[in-house]
């Protein structure tokens, strides 16, 4: 796989569970951003964020990339807490940072999900295949690995999961 991937990492936690399966489903020397361990402020309608807000500078990586890939637990039936306010800060993309946010059409972006039941939340990606569309990217899709599951039955979600990245 020769594509240049991002992956933002949602989880509340370092040394988690979330990146545990990035790593088993991609290389090792992957570009991972862990969101529990950067600055992304909530969404503020003035624009007023403090000066180690990092939602920019991730922005920026998001755009050197040719994929975004956004790994998530499931908390509650939807994606964690530092997931949800680093998505909702793409409205400085339509708002404030006109230029990077149309400069993200036509990237690629995925999801990658665990937790401990056997499949997906019903509607568990619509938030980002909506916001891809909003955004004019390219939604490739999702995986999602139930973590009670040992990781050497990964390999027919990590051949799923390759395929998706290589359409």
């Known amino acids: 796989m020769s594509n240049n991937i991002l992956v933002i990492n949602g989880s509340a936690r370092a040394n988690n569970n979330t990146a545990r399966l990035v790593h088993h489903l991609l290389s090792a020397n992957i570009n991972m951003i862990e969101l529990s361990e950067v600055k992304v402020s909530h969404y503020d309608y003035d624009g007023h964020y403090p000066i180690d807000d990092s939602f920019q ?4 990586q998001m755009l050197e990339a040719d994929i975004i890939i956004l790994a ?6 939807t994606m964690s807490g530092h997931m949800k306010v680093f998505l909702d800060r793409w409205t400085d993309l339509v708002t404030t ?3 990077k946010g149309r400069a993200l059409k036509g990237k690629k972006i995925a999801i990658i999900a665990q937790a401990t039941s056997e499949a997906m939340p019903s509607g568990f ?23 009670r599951r040992p990781f050497s039955e990964i390999q027919e979600l990590k051949s799923q999961f390759h395929q998706i990245l290589n359409t």
């Open 57 to 60: 500078e991730i922005t920026d």
């Open 72 to 77: 998530t637990p499931v908390y509650w039936y």
């Open 97 to 99: 940072h006109k230029a």
């Open 125 to 147: 990606e619509q938030p980002i295949k909506l916001t891809a569309e909003y955004m004019d990217m390219e939604y490739l899709g999702g995986v999602f690995w139930d973590m």
